[in-house]
């Protein structure tokens, strides 16, 4: 049977200059590169610098996935920003990124998932390209996380960076089946009770301050691992495949722990996932994307091969995507 499928037609990436080694916090906390780095697999991160925005950062992946798809900006129908940590309260962020592009047609808007957030906006546009309301769709995660960290807190401000990464899909016709290119299905959770696990303590309604991260570390390590791998599972069910026909993980990168227990559940090799957080850190909603640039600039994502990406973050909302590159 005929269907409309998205497929990814560009990706790209932006990470700020400024690096950061796990070593530059043994200065003012009382932590270790050496902890870091086993507990977490992080071994570095981008802080943007002064002055550089969220917006900015996704101006820059949103550039490199039009030059990967060789499409200008005039045949991109919507745009849509991940991200917690926006520019501005309103208006959104995707509306300054469509400006900077010059984009004058269609529509913007940024959607908040938090860690999440990627595969959110990623299951929102291949809703709207498979129902005819849009042909191409930029979807960029971009954070400015270094914000919104407690400096003194040494069990969340080593974890987390910035960064920006951005997919285009274009609608496409398949058959249907599993072997198509493209989004082959999505799986998206949320659960408001677990709101205190993982929140920051500041809003427009509620404190008018923007506050900072606070989060219940262990906890979330356990609903992780339990729900990265069941909504994985559950996605792959939906496309008619199982955890065999999986070529790459490309897992939400916040600690090598979580990646590794996940795809231990899922029986994939860890050959088989994509690595990147000892590069940059949690970079939240932008970690996805950015995973997916660096996999397909190694070489390790080809053509053909069937990726199942998962995330899990405040809310908490988890979910995943399975897609053919
Ligand atoms: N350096 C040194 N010691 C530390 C540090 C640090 N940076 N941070 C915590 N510790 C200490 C703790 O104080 C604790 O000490 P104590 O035993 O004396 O009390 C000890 O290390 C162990 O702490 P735990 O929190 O039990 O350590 P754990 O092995 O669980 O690792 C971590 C903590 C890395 C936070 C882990 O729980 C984790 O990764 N959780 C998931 C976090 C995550 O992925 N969050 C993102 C979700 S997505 C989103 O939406 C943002």
Same mark, same amino acid.
């Given at each position: ?36 780095? %086993? ?43 991940? %991200?917690? %940590? ?6 959104? +962020?995707? +509306? ?165 227990? +996940? ?19 949690? %970079? ?42």
């Amino acid at each position: 049977m005929q269907t409309h499928r998205a497929i990814i037609k560009g990706v790209g990436h932006y990470l700020p200059e400024r690096v950061v080694p796990n070593s530059e916090f043994e200065k003012t906390l009382d932590t270790s590169d050496a902890w870091i780095r %086993t507990r977490t697999g992080i071994e570095r991160r981008h802080f943007a610098a002064e002055g550089q925005l969220t917006s900015d950062l996704a101006i820059r992946a949103a550039r490199a996935a039009l030059r990967d798809a060789v499409l200008s900006v005039d045949e991109i129908d919507a745009v849509i920003v991940a %991200t917690s %940590t926006p520019d501005q309260t309103f208006p959104s +962020t995707a +509306t300054k990124v469509q400006a900077a592009l010059d984009m004058t047609h269609g529509f913007a808007f940024d959607l908040q998932a938090v860690c999440a957030g990627f595969v959110f906006a990623l299951s929102n546009a291949n809703a709207m390209i498979v129902s005819g309301q849009a042909r191409r769709v930029m979807v960029i995660g971009a954070e400015t996380f270094s914000r919104i960290m407690d400096w003194q807190d040494r069990s969340t401000c080593v974890l987390f960076g910035d960064g920006a990464g951005a997919v285009i899909l274009e609608a496409s016709e398949g058959t249907g089946g599993p072997n198509d290119q493209g989004i082959l299905a999505t799986d998206l959770h949320s659960d408001g009770r677990f709101n205190s696990l993982l929140y920051v303590d500041g809003g427009v309604s509620s404190t008018q301050t923007t506050g900072v991260l606070k989060m219940e570390g262990p906890e979330i390590f356990k609903h992780a691992v339990q729900k990265l791998a069941q909504t994985a599972e559950t996605a792959l069910a939906k496309a008619g495949l199982t955890d065999r026909d999986v070529d790459w993980i490309v897992p939400h990168q916040a600690n090598l722990r979580i990646i590794k227990a +996940t795809a231990q559940k899922m029986h994939v090799p860890m050959e088989r996932v994509v690595v990147t957080v000892q590069n940059h850190g949690n %970079t939240s909603a932008a970690s996805i994307p950015i995973a997916l640039s660096v996999g397909a600039a190694r070489g390790q994502i080809k053509p053909g091969d069937l990726l199942v990406a998962e995330a899990i973050g405040g809310g908490l909302t988890w979910g995943s995507v399975v897609l053919r590159w």
